[in-house]
């Protein structure tokens, strides 16, 4: 009977233990799938994810490079039209500087062909004098505030006024120069 008894407790010890581990199983979800429907990933679907990220990665920052890129590229335009603009307005200043002192000695020559007349400018206009505080006063070549400089003025300056002209007064100094300035700084 012994051998009985042995048998009979072995084979229960086989059942509870297949109950047991059907049991596990079917908790942990090994037998028949997780339990939770959300986790059904499977190794392969896991290397397609990480393929596909690691694509989307390197799209990314090939996407980010060719922004980059396009930035400094368009950085570079910027600073060559910057330097193309700077050289034109330094042509523009040369050209200018150039033709007043081509000028110059013609106004000279005028100024002295010009005595009597600047003698009755005299009378008419009168002498005025520059008054501006801090810094000379821009000389413009016509009667416009926003006209070509051609020299400036400084304060205390004794000048002729030859003329008067939409706020602006044309006025010789006394080294000859003739030019426009700002009403509102000419005193007399």
Same mark, same amino acid.
């Given at each position: 009977m012994k051998l009985k008894n042995v048998l009979i407790a072995l084979a229960i010890a086989v059942v509870v233990g297949l109950a047991l581990g059907s049991i596990i199983a079917y908790t942990s979800g090994a037998l028949f799938g997780p339990k939770d429907p959300l986790v059904t990933a499977s190794s392969s679907d896991v290397e397609t994810s990480l393929v596909n990220a690691s694509d989307l990665e390197n799209q990314q920052k090939k996407e980010d490079r060719a922004k980059a890129e396009k930035a400094l590229s368009d950085a570079e335009k910027e600073s060559k039209k910057a330097d193309q603009s700077t050289s034109e307005k330094k042509t523009k200043t040369q050209k200018t500087e150039s033709t007043t002192s081509q000028s110059q000695p013609q106004q000279a020559a005028n100024t002295q062909a010009a005595a009597p007349q600047q003698q009755q400018a005299q009378a008419g206009g009168g002498s005025a004098t520059i008054n501006v505080q801090g810094a000379d006063l821009n000389m413009r070549a016509a009667a +416009?505030? %926003?006209? !070509?400089? *051609? @020299? %400036? *003025? %400084?304060? @205390? !300056?004794?000048? !002729?006024?030859? +003329?008067?002209?939409? @706020?602006? *007064?044309?006025?010789? !100094?006394? +080294?000859?120069?003739?030019?426009?300035?700002?009403?509102d700084y000419v005193n007399g």
């Open positions: +416009d505030p %926003s006209a !070509t400089i *051609v @020299g %400036s *003025v %400084s304060n @205390g !300056t004794q000048v !002729t006024v030859l +003329d008067r002209a939409n @706020g602006m *007064v044309h006025i010789q !100094t006394g +080294d000859g120069r003739q030019a426009w300035v700002a009403q």
